[in-house]
C-alpha cells in the first residue's frame, strides 16, 4: 500500500511538472509571436529588400522571357544571394543595409534566399554564398563573391562596386 502511494505521489508529482512545462511553453510561443511581429516591423523598416522568384523577374530580370540580359529595374541594383546558415552572409547582410541606407534612391538592394529560390541561384551560377550580383541600368551585370576580412574591408568592397560598377 505504501509502495501504491509513493507511486501515486511520484506520478502526480511528475504530471504538475509536466503541466508547468506547458504553461512555460504557451509563455514561449507568446514570446515567440511577438518576436515574429517585432521581425515584421523591422523588416518594414528596411532598406533591403527580399525577392521572390516572381518578383525578381519583376524588378532584376525575367529570364525566362529574355536569353539576353535585360534590366528591368528603375535603379541600378545589387543582390545579395544568401541563406540564413550561413555566417558569412549573416556578417554581410547589416552591412548591404548600411550600404542600402546610404545610397537610397540611387540603388535598391534586393536579396534572394537560395535556400527558397534554389532555380535564380542555378540561373545565375551561384555555387558559393555570399554572391553578389551588380546590376547597373546600362550594360552588363557583375558577379562577386564572399567578403573582406574585416566590416571595414566588406563595406569598402561594397562601395566601390555601387561607385565603379552602378553609379559610373
Known amino acids: ?6 507511486l501515486m505521489l511520484i506520478a502526480s508529482l511528475g504530471f504538475t511538472q509536466a503541466c508547468q512545462g506547458n504553461e512555460k511553453s504557451s509563455s514561449d510561443d507568446s514570446q515567440k509571436e511577438e518576436m515574429t511581429d ?4 523591422d523588416d518594414d523598416k528596411k532598406a533591403t529588400i527580399t525577392l521572390n522568384k516572381e518578383e525578381f523577374k519583376e524588378k532584376v530580370m525575367d529570364y525566362e522571357a529574355n536569353e539576353e540580359w535585360k534590366f528591368e529595374g528603375d535603379l541600378p541594383c545589387i543582390v545579395d544571394f544568401y541563406a540564413d546558415w550561413c555566417a ?19 540603388i535598391n538592394v534586393y536579396k534572394v534566399d537560395i535556400q527558397k529560390d534554389k532555380e535564380l541561384a542555378t540561373v545565375f551560377g551561384v555555387q558559393g554564398i555570399p554572391a553578389f550580383l551588380f546590376c547597373p541600368k546600362e550594360g552588363e551585370p557583375q558577379m562577386s563573391s ?3 576580412r574585416t566590416n571595414e574591408e566588406t563595406k569598402a568592397m561594397f562601395k566601390q562596386a ?4 552602378l553609379l559610373k
Open 146 to 148: 564572399g567578403i573582406g
Open 88 to 106: 558569412p552572409c549573416r556578417v554581410a547582410s547589416p552591412i548591404l543595409e548600411e550600404v542600402a541606407q546610404e545610397y537610397k534612391g540611387k
Open 38 to 41: 517585432k521581425k515584421v516591423n
Open 1 to 6: 500500500m505504501k509502495k501504491l502511494f509513493l
Open 162 to 165: 555601387v561607385e565603379e560598377i
